[in-house]
C-alpha cells in the first residue's frame, strides 16, 4: 500500500510538471506569433527562410505543448519537442556568440545554453506514460 501511494504522489507530480511544461511550450509557440521579428532575428545566417522557420517551430511548440496532454500523443509530442530543443540549439549558440545584435547581457545567453538539457529531460520525463507502470503495480499487489 505504502508503494502505491508514493507511485500515486509521484504521478500528481508529473502530472503538474507536465502541464507546466505544456502551458510553457504552448506559450512560447504562440509568442513565435505574436513577436516574429524577434525570432526571425535570432536565426543564424545561412538558415533559409527564416519566417518560415519560425512558423514552423512555433506551430511544433504549440502542438507538442497540447500533446503532452493527450494521453496517446504524449509519448510522440515529447519526442518531437525534443528534436524541436534540438533543432533550435544553433539559435541558442547564434544569441550566445553575438549578444550585441540582441540587447541582452552575454552571461544570460550562455547560462541559457545548458538550459537547453534541463529543458530535454523535463519534456522526456513528463511524456513518460506512467499510468500503465501504476497499473502493473496494481496488479501485481493483488
Known amino acids: 500500500m505504502e508503494r ?3 507511485i500515486c504522489a509521484g504521478e500528481l507530480m508529473q502530472t503538474v510538471w507536465r502541464w507546466l511544461a ?25 538558415f533559409p527562410g527564416p519566417r518560415l522557420l519560425v512558423i514552423v517551430s512555433g506551430l511544433a511548440e504549440m502542438a507538442g505543448g497540447l500533446g503532452l496532454l493527450i494521453p496517446p500523443l504524449r509519448r510522440v509530442a515529447g519526442w518531437g519537442l525534443i528534436a524541436m530543443l534540438i533543432a533550435i540549439f544553433p539559435a541558442n549558440i547564434y544569441m550566445a556568440l ?11 545567453l550562455w547560462a541559457r545554453l545548458p538550459l537547453q538539457v534541463v529543458f530535454i ?10 499510468s500503465q507502470n501504476t497499473r502493473r503495480l496494481l496488479s501485481a499487489d493483488q
Not at 98 to 108: A, K, Q
Not at 121 to 130: G, K, L, N, P
Open 121 to 130: 529531460v523535463w519534456v522526456w520525463w513528463v511524456a513518460r506514460c506512467r
Open 4 to 6: 502505491l501511494k508514493s
Open 98 to 108: 553575438h549578444p550585441e545584435r540582441f540587447g541582452m547581457s552575454s552571461w544570460i
Open 22 to 46: 505544456a502551458l510553457f511550450f504552448i506559450g512560447a509557440g504562440i509568442n513565435h506569433f505574436v513577436m516574429p521579428d524577434f525570432y526571425e532575428r535570432i536565426v543564424p545566417p545561412g
